[in-house]
C-alpha cells in the first residue's frame, strides 16, 4: 500500500511540474516563435498565415482548441510537439484532421489498428491528415492540402491514442 502511495504522489509531482513548465513562458518573457510571429513584416503574412504549431504534453492536451487556416493557403504546416517526456508507448499523441461526423469511427478503428501502425486505419479515406505517433521531446510535421476541405463541412483535429479522444479534440476552421 506504501507503494502504491508513493507512485501516486510521484505522478501527481510529475504532471503538477508539467503544468508549471508549460505555463512559465506566459509569465515571462515570449518564447522565441511567440515574437518572430509578432515581428513586422519580417515574414510575410502568406507564410505566417499559412502555419501553425501545437504543443501537447503528458497532461493529455493540446495547447490549442481550434486551428483557424485562412482559404487563401492551398497548403497548410502544421508542427506537433510533445512537449512532455513520456515515451510514444506510454503517452504517444498525434494530430489527425477529419470531418467532424468521422471522429469517432476514426479513431475507434484507429484503436484496433494498434500502436505499429500509429492508431491509423491503414488506407483510410475520411482522414484528411495526420501526423505520426510521436513521444515525449518529439515533432512531427504535416503539410495539409486545403483543397480537401469543403465548405459547409465542420472539421475537427483529435489524438488517436486510446483514451485520449476525450480531451485532445479541437476545431478546425476555414476562415477570409
Not at 33 to 54: F, N
Not at 88 to 93: D, F, I, L, S, T
Request: include cysteine.
Amino acid at each position: 500500500m506504501k507503494i502504491y502511495l508513493a507512485l501516486i504522489s510521484a505522478a501527481a509531482l510529475t504532471l503538477s511540474a508539467c503544468s508549471q513548465e508549460s505555463a512559465a513562458p506566459t509569465a515571462s518573457a515570449p518564447a522565441a516563435p511567440v515574437a518572430s510571429d509578432a515581428a513586422p513584416a519580417a515574414a510575410s503574412s502568406a507564410d505566417t498565415a499559412c502555419q501553425t504549431v501545437i504543443e501537447a504534453g503528458d497532461d493529455m492536451k493540446y495547447n490549442k482548441t481550434e486551428i483557424n487556416i485562412s482559404k487563401s493557403c492551398k497548403e497548410y504546416t502544421i508542427t506537433l510537439k510533445h512537449m512532455g517526456t513520456m515515451p510514444k508507448a506510454a503517452m504517444g499523441h498525434d494530430l489527425v484532421i477529419a470531418k467532424s461526423e468521422d471522429v469517432d469511427g476514426v479513431a475507434k478503428d484507429g484503436a484496433t489498428a494498434g500502436a505499429e501502425n500509429d492508431f491509423i486505419k491503414a488506407g483510410d479515406e475520411r482522414i484528411i491528415a495526420n501526423t505520426k505517433l510521436i513521444g515525449g521531446g518529439e515533432e512531427a510535421t504535416i503539410k495539409v492540402d486545403t483543397g480537401k476541405f469543403s465548405a459547409g463541412n465542420k472539421y475537427e483535429f483529435f489524438c488517436t491514442f486510446p483514451g485520449h479522444l476525450a480531451m485532445m479534440r479541437g476545431t478546425v476552421n476555414l476562415v477570409d
